[in-house]
T-cell receptor, first 113, second 114 residues
Framework: EADIYQTPRYLVIGTGKKITLECSQT?????MYWYQQDPGMELHLIHY???????EKGDLSSESTVSRIRTEHFPLTLESARPSHTSQYLC????????????FGDGTRLSIL | KNQVEQSPQSLIILEGKNCTLQ??????????LRWYKQDTGRGPVSLTI?????NTKSNGRYTATLDADTKQSSLHITASQLSDSASYIC?????????????FGRGTQLTVWP
């Protein structure tokens, strides 16, 4: 089992609140990713990072932001949550070459009321 | 447009039976193809990964095949168990990307009944 952790696992919160989803990995991987997954749909990349102080937007436009101050930590923040943000958010990490399988956390299921 | 299509969308089989899941892709240039298993409420877990030169790879009761010419892959599950109930996701990486960016299928939802 890969050591990548996401908290919280579930979050139900009201509209307009600021939310931070935590993701940490203990494998020393440089690359980290955030994906969004809706039921029955494919995963969509929303953010990724090559390493410390590196962040890029992914394929799917997202109102969230990320930071990478430490190698092991890649939090995702929503400044003002809306019902359209309701989804599952999966964090992943990978080694330097694209051939390495990405390791996923168990996700945060977010519901905005 | 790079795409990954999986079939069937869902499948129900009896415990002990075998099954085969299909994945067709149009991703180019191709780098590798991975099959993941995603249990309900969990993150995906890698089962197999194959490059262009590999046409079969096994992981216990799971055997993946790859035909890079026809851009098709299959995942064969032998002697299914109740714990095999999950979504199986085909993921393709293109050679043009150095960042591990992946193209995901929507998955096949497998249910194994006792």
């Amino acid at each position: 089992e890969a050591d990548i952790y996401q908290t919280p696992r579930y979050l139900v919160i009201g509209t307009g609140k600021k939310i931070t989803l935590e993701c940490s990995q203990t494998m020393g991987h440089d690359k980290m990713y955030w994906y969004q997954q809706d039921p029955g749909m494919e995963l969509h990349l929303i953010h990724y990072s090559y390493g410390v102080n590196s962040t890029e937007k992914g394929d799917l436009s997202s109102e969230s932001t990320v930071s990478r101050i430490r190698t092991e930590h890649f939090p995702l923040t929503l400044e003002s949550a809306r019902p359209s943000h309701t989804s599952q958010y999966l964090c992943a990490s990978g080694a330097g070459t694209s051939r390495q399988p990405q390791h996923f956390g168990d996700g945060t299921r977010l519901s905005i009321l | 447009k790079n795409q990954v299509e999986q079939s069937p969308q869902s499948l129900i089989i009896l415990e002990g039976k075998n099954c085969t899941l299909q994945c067709n892709y149009t991703v180019s240039p191709f780098s590798n193809l991975r099959w993941y298993k995603q249990d309900t409420g969990r993150g995906p877990v890698s089962l197999t990964i194959m490059t262009f030169s590999e046409n079969t790879k096994s992981n216990g009761r799971y055997t993946a095949t790859l035909d890079a010419d026809t851009k098709q892959s299959s995942l064969h599950i032998t002697a299914s168990q109740l714990s095999d109930s999950a979504s199986y996701i085909c993921v393709v990486s293109d050679r043009g990307s150095t960042l591990g960016r992946l193209y995901f299928g929507r998955g096949t939802q497998l249910t194994v009944w006792p």
